[in-house]
């Protein structure tokens, strides 16, 4: 019985450990929001412009993808201000490694949905 006993506590023993270890893997991983944060910061500082936003992000393979808003020109009206959307990626540690703007746009414009941009 005693054995029993024994090796039983050993295994959850043996369980606590590993959902220990777990739970500290899982505090080095920065969370969706966290990478969102931080890649707008980066992003801000590096082309000294305001981004305003985070269109769409993913999990890739290699770390995040995401579509950030950046405020480029500010115009009266507001309406007038040109933005950029800015395809940035960043690693699985949220650490921006690179970026492009891919879209640039007046603030009051809507998307065309015709083919030809008209």
């Known amino acids: 019985m005693s054995n029993t ?8 023993s043996s369980n606590s450990s590993k ?3 777990k739970d500290a893997e899982n505090e080095d991983v ?8 931080n ?10 412009m305001v981004a305003e936003s985070v269109s769409s992000f993913e999990r890739t393979e290699d770390g995040w993808a995401l579509q950030i808003e950046v405020l480029e020109l500010e115009r ?3 309406t007038m201000s040109l933005l950029a959307s800015y395809e940035a990626t960043c690693n699985p540690d949220g650490e921006l ?8 746009y007046e ?11 008209r």
């Not at 890649?39 to 000294?48: F, I, K, N, V, Y």
């Open 30 to 37: 920065p969370g969706a929001m966290e990478v969102l944060r």
């Open 76 to 78: 009266v009206p507001d």
């Open 97 to 104: 490694t690179g970026y492009r703007r891919v879209r640039r």
């Open 5 to 12: 006993s024994n090796t039983s506590g050993s295994q959850s």
């Open 39 to 48: 890649a707008r910061t980066q992003l801000s500082e590096l082309t000294g």
């Open 19 to 21: 959902s220990k270890a």
């Open 107 to 117: 603030r009051g414009r809507a998307d065309s949905n015709r083919p030809g941009g």
